[in-house]
């Protein structure tokens, strides 16, 4: 058993890097060896499927409600991001940005506050290296505040319903690790980004998305995250047996691959109950700064990269370093706490 739960791991962490096909269908993907994990673990019954079909119902109902209302509230948005960014100092007003979403998109959720963020940007003249730095470090505030709620993102929603806490469990157990982050990669947009004197007047123009695209979209979150249900309860014998006895510094650096996959793929495989709470927050500290430092590692990164045109070799050129110092800077932390 144990050997076919390895190669299963092995497929869903290779297979959609090296396969535009799957890339492109990670959903159904994953839900095809969620299935097998599940059978060849044998963890199947009643109650696992109506835990595979709840879960995913509250980030999916964000989801939909909030594509709805951003697309009737388009234009007064783009007005009103307009309107702040001249009123104020262009460094406070990214810095503001940064923090602002962040700290919301664990209630408006990840995806709905990266299309915010692209939204941003089209308004704002910048150059395309202070483009690229406001992307990455929004990005990283993101995937930092999206967790702090079970609707924000697939990882807050597949690691409190694994643990089977309540809706603040992760704000209470990383809130006071993530919050100063978040503000930090705020005053970074500050710091790093070069402002510029010119305001584009007339947006950049992105293809209105259609009532179908926003529907698609929660349909492919509520697939997303039933996948991880299943792959979660699936590995749950492998996690038993290989990770929990691991220390949590050591899982804190091995979720560093989580820069070239889906940090709540491996949220999924890597979290139990029988875990304490600092192993835990090692586990979702090393998930959340890591998925930030290439464009596959979380959804804001895809969303982002992919309406901005941003490439690989961009993303990663101011990421990468990014990415690494803070993962130190919290390294030491979880040291100092531990």
């Given at each position: ?155 807050s929603t597949i ?7 309540d809706f603040f ?139 901005l045109s941003i ?28």
């Amino acid at each position: 058993m144990m050997f076919s739960l390895i190669i299963i791991l092995m497929l869903v962490l290779f297979i959609p890097f090296f396969s535009n096909t799957v890339a492109r269908n990670l959903e159904a993907f994953l839900f095809l060896m969620g299935t097998a994990t599940v059978l060849i673990s044998q963890v199947y019954d009643s109650t696992l499927l109506i835990k595979v079909f709840n879960d995913p119902l509250k980030i999916t109902f964000a989801v939909l409600i909030a594509g709805f209302i951003f697309k009737w509230f388009q234009t007064p948005i783009k007005k009103i991001i307009l309107g702040l960014s001249k009123a104020m100092p262009l460094r406070l007003f990214l810095a503001l940005t940064v923090i602002t979403l962040g700290l919301v998109s664990s209630v408006i959720t990840a995806i709905i506050a990266a299309i915010v963020l692209v939204t941003i940007v089209s308004v704002l003249h910048l150059d395309r290296k202070s483009e690229v730095r406001l992307v990455v470090l929004a990005c990283y505030s993101i995937g930092l505040g999206a967790v702090l709620t079970p609707i924000g993102e697939p990882l807050s929603t597949i690691a409190t319903s694994k643990l089977n806490e309540d809706f603040f469990y992760l704000l209470q157990l990383i809130g006071p690790n993530v919050i100063p982050g978040v503000i930090l990669f705020g005053l970074l947009a500050a710091v790093l980004i070069k402002p510029s004197k010119k305001i584009n007047q007339s947006f950049k123009t992105h293809r209105t998305e259609s009532n179908l695209d926003i529907i698609i979209r929660s349909f492919k979150v509520y697939l997303f995250v039933m996948a991880l249900t299943l792959l979660g309860a699936g590995f749950e014998p492998f996690i038993e047996k290989y990770l929990l006895n691991l220390s949590p510094l050591v899982l804190y650096w091995i979720n560093m691959i989580s820069a070239v996959l889906d940090n709540a793929t491996l949220a999924a495989a890597e979290i139990s109950p029988s875990m304490d709470n600092s192993t835990i927050q090692a586990i979702l500290l090393g998930l959340l700064v890591s998925g930030g430092m290439l464009i596959p590692g979380n959804i804001p990164n895809i969303i982002a990269a992919g309406k901005l045109s941003i490439t690989s070799i961009e993303w990663a050129r101011f990421a990468v370093p990014i990415g690494l110092i803070t993962m130190v800077a919290y390294f030491i932390v979880i040291i100092t706490i531990a």
